[in-house]
């Protein structure tokens, strides 16, 4: 796992990708570092730093992410790692880790910057570094969304393209509250569509037509039964629904200055989760 | 030791392996040939783990390639069909890190193993290069170089010498060739005389499944015209048809035309009939120097014979002569490259017999042809001298004492006595035929 890294890391640096990383990085922060720290003297680093310039992983995600596994199945090298004695989880960890000390070195910035900032104002510095924190932990659920995404395309171009819609979409999504409507009914619905989809898998899966009925038939038990027990969980239902998915609510949390550890948590398990769905999706190519 | 069992692969709905099975022991090397398609690449993909079969098993030195995956596979130097480079490394670079993944812990052993690999593929010149600026020969090598890091005791190459010129050939060859004892080795190859000249063991896969597995010595044998034999008497045509034509245990017979410039080819030697087995392919290596320079001496042999039909102003021609020879120029045009791997005790020239036995291959029909063949020598007809026949005889090896027995008795001593051998070449256009025409009547069906 160690060469992998290494391996990673000297072609992040041998090509651009590093360079234009960091370089995007320090732009855009320091831009809104500049405007909103330095000229109009908000101490608050991470309020109003970081909160404001989560979009940049729009683009940053992609650029580390999508030549990690797709340009491996592009060039063909795939045969060899794959055919080495080097587990498939190496393999991926080793990558994954190389991306996320890109990311570690971009925190760096974001350290050094309010160091600087705490040369002329009184920085926060618990909310800072809570920010921080926050900030890195969302783009390792990012960087690993853009993995998986890596290893199930055959292009780098599709994989990195791919990875900014998805990115995009996540972001985009807090603004559909105000679209969404209130009656617990619908969220019952929403969750009723769910169950329905999760039989269809199970039944694509596994071929038995009564594991997805049975899937059904809990699933629509257990739904009537919560709502007949408790009604309230179901008000503003679909709101509370995304609000709980959404990578975007929770960062801000972190910016706020409360570092919510279920929210850490949930960064963690959504990184680990797609890690070993990439996992998953390579060894299974062996028998295609 | 790579063993595979009963393993059928299928991409999606289409079953490209049909239940391939076999062996290669310890220190063999083992030639994987076929056509295009017909899951060579797969095969090896499957060996060296890259791929999982449907069904069966593979065995890898003892180890099950799919329970015990990392143990199999560190057994394992992989060649695939496109050298796995890394455009944005060096050389060294690549090879260190190829070597570090094999498990060459320390730096300096790696560095003396890549510095050995190097000056044994031919790559000590551009070991700073990047990779991305060699051309295809290099890569070929460093791919190789790759494979053969960390002296790993199984070797799957697909196509080693793809891309390669004549002289990096026989470099590459004398290489596997060397590595073959301590090594198990298996490799495709499209090169017929490569395999022929290397290989312990010819592996030939049409459409999935195997066709044969043998050594290449005795695909001859198995495939081959049994009981053919190229014959050089001293005596007088007419006199020999005849005697051949009264002889119970001759199915048929022909005579071969000898051109002028055959003549200064002949070189001397003695009689000794009953010459029956061949020696293994690898005592060519000796021969190979022969080989080629008969090689020179065929297109020469060649027009000289394409010119006889021209010369012939006799009346009466053998219809079936005139076929005959009309299917030499044929039969030339489908061998591409003699076979260095021809076994020869005798130092003569036979390479026209294996023209006309070639021809031969092509009427599988068994006919008696009693014709008299020495109308078709524009010389002279009728004076003793040297001739040469290709012959098929019924029951082999007793039909040949009669034979020789026959000849002495009428005093007409036999200078050279052979078997017919069918090249690596015509096996497989031969089994590529048969399945073909297996299909179509399946088809038919």
């Not at chain 1, 000229?39 to 991470?46: E, L, M, T, V």
């Not at chain 1, 009184?122 to 990012?142: D, K, M, S, Y």
């Not at chain 2, 045009?333 to 021809?342: L, R, T, V």
């Amino acid at each position: 796992m160690i060469l992998i890294y290494q391996k990673e890391m000297k072609s992040y640096f041998h090509s651009l990708t590093a360079y234009l990383f960091f370089a995007l990085f320090l732009a855009a922060s320091g831009i809104y570092f500049s405007v909103i720290c330095l000229n109009k003297g908000y101490g608050d680093y991470a309020r109003y730093v970081l909160a404001n310039i989560s979009f940049v992983y729009i683009v940053l995600v992609p650029m580390l992410t999508m030549r990690l596994l797709a340009w491996e199945r592009e060039q063909k090298t795939d045969q060899l790692l794959l055919t080495a004695p080097i587990s498939v989880r190496s393999v991926v960890l080793g990558k994954y880790l190389a991306a996320a000390s890109l990311l570690a070195g971009a925190m760096l910035v974001c350290l050094a910057e309010a160091g600087i900032l705490s040369a002329y104002v009184q920085v926060n510095w618990p909310g800072t570094l809570a920010g921080i924190a926050g900030f890195f932990l969302l783009g390792l659920c990012l960087l690993a969304i853009g993995t998986f995404i890596s290893s199930c395309m055959t292009n780098s171009m599709a994989a990195g393209t791919l990875t900014f819609s998805i990115i995009l979409l996540l972001m985009l999504l807090p603004n559909l509250y105000e679209v969404l409507p209130e009656r617990g009914r619908y969220a019952c619905i929403f969750v009723g569509v769910l169950i329905g989809a999760a039989a269809t898998w199970i039944y694509l899966v596994t071929g038995s037509g009564r594991a997805a009925a049975a899937t059904i038939a809990l699933g629509a038990g257990g739904l009537l039964a919560a709502y007949l027990q408790f009604p309230e969980w179901f008000d503003q239902g679909l709101a509370k629904i995304i609000s709980w998915c959404s990578l975007s609510e929770r960062f801000q949390e972190f910016c706020q200055g409360s570092f919510n550890v279920s929210s850490a948590f949930f960064f963690l398990s959504m990184a680990a989760l797609f890690l070993y769905m990439t996992v998953w999706e390579t060894e299974s190519r062996r028998w295609f | 030791m790579i063993e595979i069992k009963d393993v059928v692969k299928y991409y999606g709905n289409r079953q490209v392996l049909k239940s391939i099975s076999f062996r290669v022991e310890d220190g063999q090397i083992a030639g994987l040939l076929g056509p295009n398609g017909a899951g060579k690449s797969t095969t090896m993909n499957i060996l060296a783990g890259f791929l999982s079969p449907t069904e069966g098993e593979v065995w890898i030195q003892g180890y099950d390639i799919m329970t015990s995956p990392l143990e199999g596979r560190s057994q394992i130097g992989y060649l695939p069909e496109t050298p796995p480079l890394y455009d944005d490394m060096t050389v060294e670079e690549y090879l260190d890190f190829i070597g570090r993944l094999k498990g060459i812990k320390d730096k300096d052993d790696r560095k003396k193993a890549i510095d050995e690999l190097a000056e044994k593929t031919g790559i000590a010149g551009v070991t700073q290069r990047l990779i991305g600026n060699l051309s295809k020969g290099f890569r070929q090598r460093v791919g190789l170089a790759q494979a053969l890091i960390g002296d790993p005791p199984v070797l799957i190459l697909d196509e080693p010498a793809g891309g390669l010129d004549p002289g990096q050939i026989i470099e590459i060859r004398e290489l596997i060739r060397k590595l073959g004892g301590d090594h198990t080795i298996i490799l495709s190859s499209h090169l017929l005389s490569e395999l022929q000249a290397v290989c312990d063991k010819v592996i030939i896969m049409v459409d999935g499944e195997i066709a044969l597995d043998d050594r290449p010595a005795h695909l001859a044998r198995s495939y081959g015209d049994q009981g053919r034999i190229l014959l050089t008497v001293k005596g007088e045509p007419e006199a020999l048809s005849r005697l051949l034509e009264e002889a119970g245990f001759v199915e048929e017979f022909t005579f071969i035309p000898e051109p002028e410039a055959r003549a200064g080819e002949k070189k001397k030697s003695e009689t000794r009939a009953g010459e029956k087995k061949k020696s293994e392919a690898r005592d060519e290596e000796k021969k190979e120097p022969e080989a080629e320079t008969k090689e020179k001496k065929e297109p020469e042999a060649r027009t000289e014979e394409k010119k006889e039909p021209e010369a012939e102003t006799k009346e009466k021609k053998e219809p079936e002569a005139r076929t005959e020879e009309k299917k030499e120029p044929e039969a030339r045009a489908e061998e591409k490259k003699e076979p260095e791997a021809k076994t020869q005790e005798k130092k003569s020239g036979e390479d026209s017999g294996k023209e006309e036995s070639l021809s031969h291959n092509q009427k599988k029909k068994k006919k008696k042809k009693g014709k008299k063949q020495d109308k078709t020598d524009p010389v002279t007809a009728g004076t003793t001298r040297e001739l040469r026949l290709s012959l098929k005889l019924k029951d082999g090896d007793q039909s040949r004492d009669q034979l020789f027995y026959l000849l002495a008795r009428k005093k007409m001593p036999i200078i050279h006595m052979e078997e017919a051998e069918m090249s690596l070449e015509d096996v497989f256009v031969r089994l590529i035929n048969e399945y073909n025409q297996k299909r179509e009547e399946g088809k038919e069906e």
